[in-house]
């Protein structure tokens, strides 16, 4: 009997290809749609029951079962509320990476071993392989759409014997494929929402679950240039939504988010962009997807999609240092650094803190 492996289906069209790849290789394929979020079903930023349908109608199309789980609550407990936490700490946290290593990548996973299946797969543009023996996550050859970042997170030993159909595509050649075997989502539009809640006015969803503390806007010499409605509402680097605009003084020029103070609730803001720089990072909570020997020259991300950038990485105590061969711009706490040799994801952590200046 065929390999049974369960694909994890959103309703988009990357999970859609996903399955009939595995299952033109001859593999018995099934589909499981998680539903991970029922706060506000009703409401119009909620997709899940039409992405449901449509993940319903692509396995129609492909002859395969499609399963439905529930794991709205493991999600709340594991990622919605350390999202939370977070965001009250001062901190901007990245979910999709958590809902990767707690849910996609635990909670399916040991589900679907329970029923049966020997693999699990999903729509991530990512590729794995053996480096001397050992599992080895890569980069998607899609660079525009790799998401290994994304599965940095996740200890290898959950990575390793699952599959990523399509590390090897580019999105225009799967939504090709998908249009050719008459898969009904093969146009439709990616979702750039929080991981399972949606897009929606993010100001509006947090301002649900945190309480709003009006506080100072300061510019870097101490004076107030206005009030801000929470310091969760605002990161590092940010330009829009500020509402301070031009200012007695102050010349015609973008003001940005230089800090968060959380001991006095203030936000401190800049026109000088090179306040946003940072020339090393400390991160914690390291998960390694390879053995390395530190000190390691590599390279790194600290935000999706950002190109590689030459560093070298150094053990704490507590963590890694990572210092930057130029300074980066925004390098951000609660956001995750990504470390790379090439295409290898060597692994990742949380950013905790930033240094400026020169060495």
């Not at 396995?59 to 709340?76: K, M, T």
């Not at 029923?115 to 050859?141: D, M, Q």
């Not at 650094?337 to 060597?346: K, P």
């Amino acid at each position: 009997m065929a390999p049974t492996v369960i694909v994890g289906m959103s309703g988009g069209v990357d999970s859609a290809v996903a399955a009939l790849l595995l299952k033109e290789r001859g593999l018995a394929v099934e589909g499981m749609f998680m539903k991970n979020w029922e706060e506000d079903d009703g409401e119009e930023y909620c997709t899940a029951q039409a992405d449901f349908e449509d993940a319903a109608r692509v396995c129609d199309v492909l002859g395969i079962p499609l399963r439905e789980a529930n794991f709205a609550a493991e999600y709340w407990d594991n990622v919605f509320e350390r999202f939370l936490c977070e965001y009250a700490a001062g901190r901007t946290p990245n979910p999709d990476v958590l809902c990767n290593s707690e849910i996609k990548f635990n909670v399916f996973l040991d589900y679907a071993r329970l029923l049966g299946a020997e693999r699990v797969a999903t729509g991530h543009y990512a590729r794995s392989g053996r480096v001397n023996g050992e599992f080895a996550l890569l980069k998607g050859i899609d660079g525009n759409k790799d998401q290994s970042y994304f599965l940095q997170a996740v200890p290898s030993e959950r990575l390793d014997g699952c599959l990523f159909p399509l590390g090897g595509l580019r999105k225009p050649a799967v939504r090709k494929v998908a249009r050719a075997a008459g898969l009904p989502v093969h146009d439709k539009k990616d979702s750039t929402g929080i991981c399972f809640i949606g897009e929606r006015r993010f100001s509006d969803f947090l301002g649900r679950y945190l309480p709003r503390r009006p506080g100072p806007i300061l510019d870097t010499e101490g004076d107030v240039v206005g009030e801000h409605p929470g310091l969760a509402w605002f990161t590092l680097g940010q330009r829009r939504g500020l509402g301070i605009g031009g200012r007695a003084g102050h010349r015609e020029a973008p003001w940005y988010v230089v800090e968060k103070r959380i001991a006095d609730n203030t936000l401190v803001v800049s026109q000088d962009e090179s306040r946003l720089l940072s020339h090393a990072l400390r991160a914690q909570g390291m998960n390694w997807l390879a053995a390395v020997d530190l000190p390691l020259r590599c390279a790194a991300k600290t935000r999706y999609r950002q190109p590689d950038r030459p560093c070298r990485v150094e053990a704490r105590e507590d963590g890694v240092r990572v210092v930057f061969d130029a300074p980066q711009r925004a390098v951000t706490p609660g956001q995750y650094v990504c470390l790379y040799d090439g295409d290898r994801c060597l692994g990742g952590g949380t950013i905790v803190a930033t240094e400026a200046g020169l060495e």
